[in-house]
Nanobody
């Protein structure tokens, strides 16, 4: 009974910016690493950026210097600020979180439903 809901996707021109958000809700005891992945048509899903619960970050080489991942632990929310977007970054962007649930204290990975980002003029 955990849900991740992404928002903030849309159509943007090359060189433009978007900010994605992902909110986790439900029977959450704690959230460990949160991350953003993307999947373009005909391609495998790939990691874009990840952030641990203590703020350590990891980025794909292709987005370093342009994308910034952050999180608000009080709101169970992770953000992805994307600047200088390129047409080849058109994809569905997914949020993933490693969550420890209440009662059982089991740890599982949960995925959001995805949000479409289209970079086109």
């Amino acid at each position: 009974q955990v849900q991740l809901v992404e928002s903030g996707g849309g159509l943007v021109q090359p060189g433009g910016s978007l900010r994605l958000s992902c909110v986790a809700s439900g029977s959450i005891f704690s959230i460990r690493t949160m991350g953003w992945y993307r999947q373009a048509p005909g391609k495998q899903r790939e990691l874009v950026a990840a952030i641990t619960n203590d703020g350590s970050t990891n980025y794909a080489d292709s987005v370093k210097g342009r994308f910034t991942i952050s999180r608000d632990n009080a709101k169970n929310t992770v953000y992805l600020q994307m600047n200088s977007l390129k047409p080849e970054e058109t994809a569905v962007y997914y949020c993933k979180a490693r969550i420890i649930v209440t009662i059982t204290f089991w740890s599982n990975d949960y995925w959001g439903q995805g949000t479409q980002v289209t970079v086109s003029s």
